[in-house]
T-cell receptor, first 112, second 113 residues
Framework: KAGVTQTPRYLIKTRGQQVTLSCSPISGHRSVSWYQQTPGQGLQFLFEYFSETQRNKGNFPGRFSGRQFSNSRSEMNVSTLELGDSALYLC???????????FGSGTRLTVV | AQSVTQLDSQVPVFEEAPVELRCNYSSSVSVYLFWYVQYPNQGLQLLLKYLSGSTLVKGINGFEAEFNKSQTSFHLRKPSVHISDTAEYFCAAMKTSYDKVIFGPGTSLSVIP
């Protein structure tokens, strides 16, 4: 079966711009979580969506937002980009979160 | 708040030697625990998980972990490592079925030929 697909794989943006990242889960997976990974902070939880509803939220500013569609595909948006937003953004999906995640390969965002 | 500690940021070990990667979590009424592995330029892959039942959990690639409630630990072990085990290993925990999953800072395992 197809894995978790994240697009794009790489992205370069300038400060102040906004960006949208996409995640297509494995068929049947209704839980989609997003993480930011940086060398200094490790994996930081952004939010989780389940059946189109945000079920959990991390401690990120309101510039970070997300949504989930009826087909379970999810997008996250970052507005007014800052240099510190440069990171690997990982999408993780599962039937439900205690089943364990299947991760995508991530989107590498560089803000210049 | 739930937190996960991985005491060793880097662990070098010779090929075919045993290895233990340590993980401690903050105590909670109930907890689900996971180990993931990340190879360079890739996402994370689930190695094993503890939800309930037997405290010794076996995973993929010959790894196993033991849940110790009294010590709030979930250490990962492998009796004989291979070069291909060189990667970053993450311990993770969640309090309930609907809670967020919190990851530890990771342990970089380097297998030396």
């Amino acid at each position: 079966k197809a894995g978790v697909t994240q697009t794009p794989r790489y992205l370069i943006k300038t400060r102040g711009q906004q960006v949208t990242l996409s995640c297509s889960p494995i068929s049947g997976h209704r839980s989609v979580s997003w993480y930011q990974q940086t060398p200094g902070q490790g994996l930081q939880f952004l939010f989780e969506y389940f059946s189109e509803t945000q079920r959990n939220k991390g401690n990120f500013p309101g510039r970070f937002s997300g949504r989930q569609f009826s087909n379970s595909r999810s997008e996250m948006n970052v507005s007014t980009l800052e240099l510190g937003d440069s990171a690997l953004y990982l999408c993780a999906t599962s039937l439900d979160s205690n089943y364990g995640y299947t991760f995508g390969s991530g989107t590498r965002l560089t803000v210049v | 708040a739930q937190s996960v500690t991985q005491l060793d940021s880097q662990v070098p070990v010779f090929e075919e030697a045993p290895v233990e990667l340590r993980c401690n979590y903050s105590s909670s009424v109930s907890v689900y625990l996971f180990w993931y592995v990340q190879y360079p330029n890739q996402g994370l892959q689930l190695l094993l998980k503890y939800l309930s039942g037997s405290t010794l959990v076996k995973g993929i690639n010959g790894f196993e972990a033991e849940f110790n409630k009294s010590q709030t630990s979930f250490h990962l072990r492998k009796p004989s490592v291979h070069i291909s085990d060189t990667a970053e290993y993450f311990c993770a925990a969640m309090k309930t079925s609907y809670d967020k999953v919190i990851f530890g800072p990771g342990t970089s395992l380097s297998v030396i030929p």
